[in-house]
């Protein structure tokens, strides 16, 4: 057996060696901080002190709901435009609704076939001040089924609606 008794080829093989340990080692500080970075944006984006609902969130609140606001905006004076859906299989009659602390009658009410969406315009829910958008804290419709007397509840709490220069009937 032969040895190398070349020290500068001995040389080259160790230090070139060290530079991919060396390269190693930075890879794994790299890939530990973007691990670090990522899991640390992920908790901060679970847990947003925002009490708006998500685009996500929003729309599954509205498919969970008998009537789904899925979409709304508003005007400085506070009228605005609601498209509402019937998520049932059933008719059901929209009899009235609560903006924040605020009860508003639909006297006969409107009737909402099944699975039935529908715009509607409603004024003077409350005024809005927000630039783009306004936020009220609680947004509750009221509804029968047909056939039926008993009222009941649909709707949640922290609705963000869009903002818009001026709303009429359509």
Known sequence: MKLNSNPKSTLNSNSAQASIEYLLIIGV????G????????????STSNSPHLTEAKFKQTIGSQTIGLSDAVVDQNGDA????VNNTDYTIRLMGYNVDEEEFDLGTGVLFYAHEKKLLFFANIGS?????????KQIIFRYSVEGSAK???SGGTDYVLNKALDVTAP
């Open 29 to 32: 500080i790299v890939v530990c």
């Open 34 to 45: 973007l691990l670090v970075v990522g899991v640390f944006l992920g908790i901060l984006g």
């Open 81 to 84: 435009l609601f498209v509402l």
């Open 128 to 136: 809005c001040n927000g630039i783009d958008s306004c936020l009220y």
């Open 151 to 153: 009222v009941l509840n």
